[in-house]
């Protein structure tokens, strides 16, 4: 099997069954908000966002509609509750008050495939970049972003803490060299699934690699300002690289973090379902003041 690793053993199959929600909008729907400063660094290899094309989105969109059907959404976030439960239980981690089903980290759902390329456009992938989703759940992104730069990424690597999850997306990256032709013979590039915590010691050394961040993750730890607090520790503490460009949604990250500051570089407005049509897409940028 061509590209695939994966960290751990996949969980068995449960009643996960993998879905991209179809979206309405195209990538010139969304609204671009400047930031105040460029991405462009001097010595960088030049983006090669630029080749971002209609083709690459449209064939994209086919498979990934194929392997995470849209009809299939509300069953998967009950599927990924269930194992934020079971997570809770076993590790006995269930707050106080209940479940882990609202205003937890572990709250599930899906970014907007659209948007999603749009605001990874924006990042100005490189050749050899190394993408991670952190929090990647069944992998939906991860397969998109493979598939709109094939040969760019050195690798597409998604971290997510529940073994359900994880399983289902290395069965939904199977289920892809399955495909009929021409979907299956689509060029991707290699990815990576590794069902780890973000904040463990195999988390840090997976956001060291990282040339490119998503995180959509808007009920994770933040301060009143909504900036992800804990993550962008983690993120400097790893020894995240110099321009490394991370991407948040709806929430931002601190603009310094032990040691390491945050720059944010530009930001999009577009649609989301799950945080409404003027949603915020940030792209932040590395900075190491030596
Ligand atoms: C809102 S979902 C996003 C899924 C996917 N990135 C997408 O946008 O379609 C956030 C995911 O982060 C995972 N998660 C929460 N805390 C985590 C942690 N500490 N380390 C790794 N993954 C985590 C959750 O289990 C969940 O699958």
């Keep these: 099997m061509r590209g695939i690793t994966s960290t751990m053993r996949p969980a068995p199959r449960r009643r996960l069954r993998s879905i991209l929600r179809a979206t309405a909008t195209t990538p010139e729907d969304e609204r671009d908000i400047p930031g105040i ?4 660094t001097s010595g960088a290899a030049p983006s090669v966002g630029a080749d971002w094309s209609m083709v690459a989105w449209e064939s994209a969109r086919k498979v990934v509609d194929e392997l995470y059907p849209p009809q ?6 009950i599927a990924a509750r269930d194992a934020a439960l079971d997570h809770a239980l076993s590790s006995g981690t269930e707050p106080p008050g209940g479940v882990p089903l609202a205003g937890d980290g572990l709250v599930y759902g899906e970014f907007d495939a659209t948007f999603f390329a749009r605001l990874l456009a924006a990042a100005q992938p490189r050749q ?12 939906r992104l991860i397969l998109t972003a493979a598939l709109l730069w094939p040969s760019a990424w050195a690798n597409c690597h998604g971290i997510e803490l529940l073994p359900e999850l994880h399983g289902a997306a290395i069965d939904a990256r199977v289920r892809f060299d399955a495909l009929p032709s021409p979907l ?27 040339d490119v961040v998503f995180v959509y993750a808007v009920t994770w730890a933040r301060d009143a300002q909504g900036r992800l607090t804990e993550l962008s520790h983690a993120l400097a503490r ?3 690289k ?17 040691g390491v500051r945050f720059e944010r570089v530009r930001s999009l407005q577009g649609d989301n379902e799950e945080t409404g049509p003027d949603s915020l897409g940030h792209i932040f940028r590395v900075v190491r003041d030596t």
């Design 37 to 40: 400063n460029s991405l462009t």
């Design 72 to 77: 299939a959404y509300g069953e998967r976030r």
């Design 128 to 139: 050899g970049d190394i993408f991670v989703d952190v929090g990647s759940g069944v992998g």
């Design 184 to 210: 299956s013979t689509l060029p991707i590039a290699p990815v990576e699934y590794s069902a780890i915590d973000v904040y463990s010691a195999s988390g840090g050394a997976t956001l060291r690699e990282a």
């Design 238 to 240: 790893s020894g995240i």
């Design 242 to 258: 110099q321009d490394a460009r991370i991407i948040t949604v709806g929430v931002t990250l601190l603009p310094e973090a032990s």
